[in-house]
């Protein structure tokens, strides 16, 4: 504690302060400092420094949370929650404060500390870097690097999902200052912060499936043809493909509509999620085109265990585990020399399984690899990406 | 003190999409012109629809990114934004003349300045000019060499040739390249044709795109043949017929793409007199001791 706070306390006390389990409040020639512990003192207004001592953390307090953090409703709640303020009365806060107190927020993981004066120090890493020695960790301080850092994997693919759970490891952020943890935060997971506030005051705007696909025009606009009136099924698909926990570390809370629930959980994240992003609207497009065909029935040739390896491939695709499997793994269907196999055996010259052809009138010209999934625009990637103009 | 939201279009597949739009937005933090600066993306986050949320103060200016008016500054931003009462009439443009309005973004009660885009101010003629300057190396380039600047076409949007014409005329009208042209991926005359159109035996190349990416480095470098194949890369100069295409990728990479920036905050309202005084000075200062 510093003269400065004490100060302040004193040019607040005329107000009467209450915070935190704590009051300070004028009263006649002195001041009257008391706890929700039951200590009260009433002191001389000469002797407020030495007495303010006695109460020095509950006073350091008192000035972090009205002249360090952040004052938007939204930015002091999430930091209030990071040390869980709201559940430790002050003396059991600092003293856990003193060894640091964690929390994970997505894969991020915080720990706070508290200096002398009440000053709050934010140290910020990936949650699988929780034990190892900072020396091993590449040091930032800057927010603004978070962007960078978000923005590929492990593996130096990009992640268009700020919210999917490949954030790379192996960074550091120490020392932030309450501003810049949060800053910091929301250059990891944009807007995060602000709707886990709207949430806890009852205030989320959550726009869902269906108000969701109105909105949309020029190419996105073929989405609302998706609902036909015949149910959810498909946007439970949507939900399982992309909104899983594996997948977002956001907690779905749009339905179908607002009657509506989706089937599927919305899975367990510590930030919700508001409506459909972009990334499920564009693959919502693409579903769009690719589930207005019709189902056919096909003769494959197949084994019973290369029957179960089609499954595999699937899962181990679905399921993000091909670079997982190990290159002599034959056992394993999704293994790439047993798909190669699989190529080799069952794939004729122009790619179709068994010999079938996807279009039966196309069969034997050879040429029928695509057919059936080209769109009326081309495959081009970047059709799916709209022109900056 | 109000608060900078640069908008801009981002990818899903292409990491450096969102880089241009990085750079802008880190130069004008520097020059702490506003208290806080944010970028948003229509496919990246944070989104359009969330990005007002993240922002502390009251009152907003909003620059799109874009290079013209048409789809996205006339529908989808204002509608992602939730701006009360937007219409495409408040900016009473003529395609290219766009500048302000002043509207409430619903879901957070905030004050949004809403901006013409970048592409059609005409401080962008300037950084046309400074991007033919970065990609010769030469502050004084002019005679001798002409000026392609090359655009999508109307296919999509009309307003978008109109802005390519509207700086090549402006451009033209300094004369300080011997020729300037107009040019279209899209239509005539086309980019793919760009030696036809030019006396000059050097000319250089400006796409007035706001990102690298599909169009800038696969599409123009193959159909003006600077390369049979993107992938290997091309010399600059590369000689295309007998002239020297000096061709510079988007012009929004150019770092004093941040002033157009500050100058649609500027002409709404913003007080950034020194801001842009300061910028200008260290993005041309920078391009000149290439």
């Known amino acids: 504690m510093n003269d400065a706070q004490v100060e302040a306390l004193a040019d607040a006390a005329a107000d009467g302060v209450e915070f935190d389990g704590f ?36 006073v350091t307090n008192w000035h972090f949370w009205h002249a360090e953090a952040p004052q938007a409703d939204d930015r002091w709640a999430f930091l209030r929650w990071l040390e869980r303020a709201e559940e430790h009365p002050v003396p059991d806060r600092y003293a856990e404060l003193d060894d640091g107190v964690v929390r994970t927020w997505g894969q991020l993981q915080v720990s706070v500390t508290v200096d002398a004066d009440g000053n709050r120090s934010y140290d910020l890493r990936h949650a699988d870097d929780a034990d190892r020695p900072a020396a091993a960790l590449t040091h930032y301080d800057d927010p603004l690097d978070a962007r960078t850092i978000a923005k590929h994997d492990d593996r130096g693919r990009y992640r268009p999902l700020k919210t999917a759970p490949s954030l790379q490891d192996g960074w550091r952020f120490a020392d932030l200052g309450p501003a810049d943890l949060v800053r910091t935060v929301d250059f990891f997971y944009p807007a995060t912060v602000a709707n886990w506030h709207r949430e806890r005051e009852g205030d ?186 | 003190m109000p608060a900078l939201v640069i908008v801009a279009h981002g990818s899903h597949l292409n990491a450096s999409s969102s880089t241009p739009t990085f750079d802008h937005a880190d130069t004008i933090r520097a020059t702490g012109a506003f ?44 509608r992602e934004l939730r701006l009360d009462g937007w219409d495409p009439d408040a900016w009473e443009s003529d395609g290219t003349s766009a500048t302000h309005t002043t509207l409430e973004a619903t879901d957070v009660g ?43 076409g109307t296919e999509r949007n009309e307003n978008s040739a109109k802005a390519v014409e509207y700086h090549a005329d402006r451009i033209r009208d300094r004369d300080r390249f011997d020729e300037v042209e107009a040019l279209f991926m899209d239509e005539d005359p086309e980019v793919d044709d760009v030696t036809d159109f030019f006396q000059s035996d050097d000319i250089i190349v400006v796409p007035l795109f706001i990102a690298d990416g599909y169009h800038t480095r696969e599409d123009i470098p193959e159909d ?67």
């Open chain 1, 204 to 389: 989320l705007d959550v726009s869902h499936w269906r108000e969701t696909m109105a909105r949309q025009t020029g190419i996105y606009g073929v989405v609302q043809t998706w609902d036909r009136g015949e149910g959810h099924e498909h946007v439970d698909w949507v939900a399982e493909a992309c909104c899983d926990d594996s997948q977002c570390l956001k907690r779905r809370e749009w339905e179908y509509d607002d009657e509506t629930d989706l089937s599927v959980d919305g899975g367990a994240g510590a930030f919700p999620c508001r409506e459909p992003c972009s990334l499920v609207v564009s693959a919502a497009r693409r579903w769009t085109k690719l589930e207005g065909e019709e189902s056919r029935t096909y003769e494959f040739e197949l084994t019973p265990s290369e029957k179960e390896q089609v499954e595999a491939i699937v899962d181990a695709v679905a399921d993000g585990r091909t670079a997982e499997i190990r290159e002599a793994d034959i056992r394993d269907g999704a293994n790439r020399y047993r798909a190669r196999f699989l190529r080799a055996k069952r794939f004729d010259d122009a790619g179709n399984l068994s010999g079938v052809p996807t279009d039966p009138d196309e069969a034997g010209d050879g040429d029928a690899d695509d057919a059936g999934v080209e769109d009326e625009d081309g495959t081009d990637a970047e059709d799916d990406e709209e022109h900056d103009d």
């Open chain 1, 23 to 58: 009051a300070a409040s004028r009263e006649g020639e002195g001041y009257v400092l008391a706890t929700a512990e039951g200590s009260k003192t009433l002191v001389h207004g000469d002797d407020l420094v030495e007495t303010a001592a006695d109460y020095a953390d509950y």
């Open chain 2, 224 to 290: 003006m043949g600077l390369t049979d194949d993107y992938r290997t890369g091309w010399e600059t100069p590369a000689i295309v017929d007998g002239h020297r295409i000096w061709y510079s990728g988007a012009v929004g990479t150019e770092p004093l793409m941040a002033d157009v920036v500050l100058e649609r905050a500027k002409d709404a309202g913003a007080d950034v007199d020194d801001a842009v005084a300061t910028v200008r000075e260290e993005t041309t200062g920078a391009a000149a001791g290439d």
């Open chain 2, 110 to 152: 905030k004050t949004v300045h809403y901006c013409g885009p970048v592409g059609t101010h005409d401080a962008m003629s300037d950084v046309i000019v400074q991007r033919a300057e970065s990609v010769t190396g030469n502050s004084d380039v002019g005679e001798g060499f002409g000026l392609a600047v090359v655009g999508h």
């Open chain 2, 35 to 78: 208290d806080e600066v944010r970028e948003a993306f229509w496919k990246e986050e944070p989104s359009f629809r969330e990005v007002l949320r993240t922002i502390e103060s009251d009152e907003v200016y909003v620059v799109p990114l874009f290079i013209s008016e048409g789809y996205f500054t006339e529908e989808v931003i204002p």
